[in-house]
């Protein structure tokens, strides 16, 4: 209830902007049951991904991004559309259910946009086409 002109009450409502911070909350329980990503999650086996990108990595250096988790995110971008690896990652930041999907919690920091970038680069077009064709495998044995 707010009071009005000359001090009489309404009933407009007014909401403050005042965040608390996070309660103990798991991703699990904001993701519906039945959301898309749940069922990819569930319809595709993307382990095969480590094996046809092994050769790209080198023995030594900073770990990377987990290569499924790159693929996964190729996919996010086919299913929803999106064009560039900025805007890819805007939309991981800002919906649950593609963090959910990708396995990033919350409050953990998500891959930068150049990075991917880069390592699209790396895999080239054949491993690309390998990954896809995978996949359609796999669909169409899901039948």
């Given at each position: 209830m707010q009071w009005g002109r000359g001090g009489a009450r309404t009933m407009m409502g007014f909401k403050?902007?005042?965040f608390a911070p996070l309660v103990a909350v798991s991703l699990e329980e904001l993701v519906p049951q039945d959301h898309f990503y749940r069922h990819l999650q569930k319809a595709l086996d993307l382990s095969f991904?480590?094996?046809h990108v092994r050769?790209?990595?080198a023995v030594a250096g900073r770990p990377s991004i987990d290569p499924v988790v790159f693929f996964k995110l190729q996919l996010v971008m086919f299913f929803e559309d999106i064009?560039?690896?900025r805007l890819?990652?805007?939309q991981v930041a800002d919906r649950l259910s593609v963090r959910w999907y990708v396995g990033y919690e919350l409050d953990e920091p998500l891959p930068d946009h150049s990075t991917l970038?880069?390592?699209r680069?790396?895999?080239g077009l054949e491993i690309?086409?390998?990954f896809f064709e995978t996949i359609v495998e796999q669909c169409r044995q899901a039948k």
């Open positions: 403050e902007r005042a991904v480590y094996d050769g790209h990595y064009r560039s690896e890819l990652m805007r970038s880069k390592i680069t790396r895999y690309f086409r390998r």
